[in-house]
């Protein structure tokens, strides 16, 4: 095992940004950068001899102060969506930045997590980023976040995430990886196949907010309890796929305790590549690539709709105004008896 650092370019104000690269006996590499926590490229041996790079990204670390499809990143102190772009904990509403629709969508587009250069410390088969992060973006509490991705011999990519806040707030980030198993640039996902260990999601309404409603799968397009090709409902004429332009979804993970699951499945359409995500999250967000602008990415691919997708773990969006769903608040005053830090883990493990 080994962890190789090297210059991948510059901030806007001249600060160097470093990837560091770690990589296993087996020949599976993974690049992560301080800029975002971002992952950037992740190559995996398939069955057909060859090493592909499964993640979308860039050449540069400049092409990350873009990056309108958030590629790679780990988005926080909130991915995904707020009603009405603000909330309330113990009677104070914060109000947050309104930047998709009248909602807020990954917390902030320019002063999030996924921008923000992190501390790293380098251990022998892992990289551990720090960021302090004060009451930003209208989130309330001065908080202390770290993300340790790790890559074991046994293929796995593990990230484990850490949160602490003086204040209540709303924490609940994620990564934001686009994969295609045939290897990043290779055409569209819409031939992978995918099994989700969810039997009900959260419908949502225009803006992508959801109603509430946790809905069974079965009898719909949503349903991927037994593994299906993901192209073969997402132009059904279903209301949840017109309103989101394809699967843009939270799935409810069965049987969710805290404890750590096998969540999804997806295989590569030849067979060479199968990856399996494992969570201690309550919800994943499977987002089918439906809105990636066209765009050049690593090696002069062209990214375009639908050529990666997205397997985000998450407390579910907007849990903040639904009390029955697992609560995303973290933090408080040390030693009060509702005071709690956060921590999870997700795995993404291929053969």
């Not at 947050?96 to 969508?105: A, K, R, S, T």
């Amino acid at each position: 095992m080994a962890v190789e650092k090297s210059i991948f370019g510059k901030s806007p104000a001249g600060q160097d940004i470093t990837l560091y690269t770690l990589c296993n006996s087996k020949g599976m590499k993974a690049a992560v950068t301080d800029l975002g926590a971002i992952l950037v490229k992740l190559l995996v041996p398939g069955t057909d001899g060859q090493v592909k790079d499964v993640v979308l990204g860039f050449d540069k670390a400049a092409d990350y102060y873009k990056n309108p499809s958030f590629f790679g990143a780990v988005i926080g102190p909130s991915a995904n969506r707020i009603g009405g772009a603000c909330f309330e904990i113990d009677g104070v509403t914060y109000k947050l930045d309104v930047n998709d629709g009248v909602n807020n969508l990954h917390s902030h587009m320019e002063l999030g997590y996924h921008k923000q250069i992190w501390d790293a410390k380098v251990n022998d088969n892992s990289v551990t980023f720090f960021l302090e992060d004060p009451a930003t973006m209208g989130f309330p509490g001065n908080k202390k976040v770290q993300i340790t991705y790790t890559l074991t011999e046994e293929n796995e990519l593990i990230l484990h995430y850490h949160g602490a806040s003086d204040r209540k707030t709303v924490f609940n980030p994620t990564n934001h990886s686009y994969f295609n198993l045939k290897g990043a640039g290779d055409g569209s996902i819409e031939d992978h196949k995918l099994w989700l260990g969810a039997s009900s999601y959260t419908p949502v309404v225009a803006g992508a907010i959801p109603t509430g409603e946790i809905a069974p799968v079965a009898g719909t397009p949503m349903d991927f309890t037994v593994s299906k090709v993901v192209g073969r409902d997402i132009g059904a004429d279903f209301e949840q796929l017109k309103l989101t332009g394809g699967y843009d979804h939270n799935w409810v993970i069965d049987g969710w305790d805290e404890s750590l699951k096998h969540i999804a499945t997806v295989e590569a359409p030849d067979g060479s590549r199968t990856m399996k995500v494992f969570t201690t999250l309550p919800g994943v967000q499977f987002y089918a690539g439906n809105f990636i602008e066209e765009q050049t990415g690593k090696n002069g691919a062209v990214y375009a709709a639908r050529s990666g997708l997205c397997l985000e773990t998450q407390y579910y969006p907007d849990s903040i105004h639904q009390d029955h769903f697992p609560s995303c608040v973290f933090g408080g005053q040390e030693g009060a008896a509702d005071a709690r830090e956060y921590d999870s883990v997700t795995i993404y493990q291929f053969a």
